[in-house]
């Protein structure tokens, strides 16, 4: 079909990986000679080049990876390829201060880089203080103020922390979430320090998507946490997930048993 009032006609497929040979075979020959007034978009978990009719839409396509970060250095990674293509200068505790002030989510970090450029008139040189007035503190530095209390084993001010992010309401799945991946890290750091590498080694070498002012944290975390108890603690956050998803409980109070049990093991 032509397109109605516009230059192209934009066509999504959805699922593509899970159609049949037979039909990934026809789009495949499309693909080799396309309507150069449609733009045909097709949408897939995972695409294995290996299969014939896959290699041959690959080779005639724009090839487009789409995931969400999987942390902040993602985020960190993102914003140093956006303020070099904007010419904008941001130090390191620039950087840092911005990647721990929002999600994980890379639309998110575009529109708080919009309002940063906006704010700050679109000068060149971005600085910790323009950070500070526009992208302020948010969940994910609420979540980072709460992993450093758990990892202190200090359950009062773990719980004060805790209260003030339910007030805000913050979903218990998210901090679930983001505790895995603290303890996760801290598994990774005593189990290195057991196969007899150095705390300096580990700091220098071993935690790449930890900033590197907060990475000697997670060595004295690691004095506060034992093989055992972190066994117990991934068991109790599997639980607390599945509780989260499935009763009909307050996060609220998911969340205060969680940490209570995690500061107590």
């Known amino acids: 079909m032509m397109p109605f009032i516009a230059r192209f006609r934009l066509v999504i497929l959805k699922n593509f990986d899970t159609m049949k040979a037979s039909d990934k075979n026809l789009i495949a020959e499309y693909v080799q000679n396309p309507v150069p007034t449609s733009i045909l978009v097709l949408l897939a978990e995972k695409i294995d080049e290996r299969v014939k009719a896959n290699k041959m839409i690959t080779e005639n396509a724009v090839k487009i990876i789409c995931r969400s970060p999987y ?10 390829n956006e303020t070099k293509e904007k010419k904008i200068f941001m130090d390191n505790d620039s950087k840092e201060l911005f990647t721990r002030s929002i999600e994980l989510d890379y639309q998110l970090a575009a529109n708080e880089l919009e309002k940063l450029i906006i704010y700050t008139k679109g000068k060149r040189n971005i600085t910790i203080d323009d950070v500070k007035e526009t992208v302020g503190k ?6 980072y103020d709460l992993q450093n209390e758990i990892g ?11 209260e003030n992010m339910i007030a805000n309401n913050e979903s218990a799945v998210f901090v679930i979430i983001m505790l895995s991946t603290f303890f996760q890290t801290l598994w990774r750091v005593i189990a290195l320090q057991k196969n007899n590498i150095s705390n300096s080694e580990i700091v220098n070498r071993y935690l790449p998507e930890i900033f590197y002012k907060f990475r000697k944290d997670y060595i004295s975390f690691a004095k506060n946490y034992s093989y055992n108890s972190l066994s117990k603690i991934f068991s109790l956050l599997l639980q607390a997930d ?24």
Do not use: G
């Open 242 to 265: 599945i509780d989260a998803k499935s009763l009909n409980l307050k996060d609220e109070i998911i969340l205060e048993i969680l940490i209570y049990k995690i500061c107590k093991s």
């Open 152 to 162: 202190k084993r200090n359950l009062q001010n773990s719980l004060s922390i805790l």
């Open 138 to 143: 948010s969940r994910t530095n609420k979540v």
């Open 71 to 80: 942390s902040s250095a993602d985020i960190l990674r993102w914003l140093n």
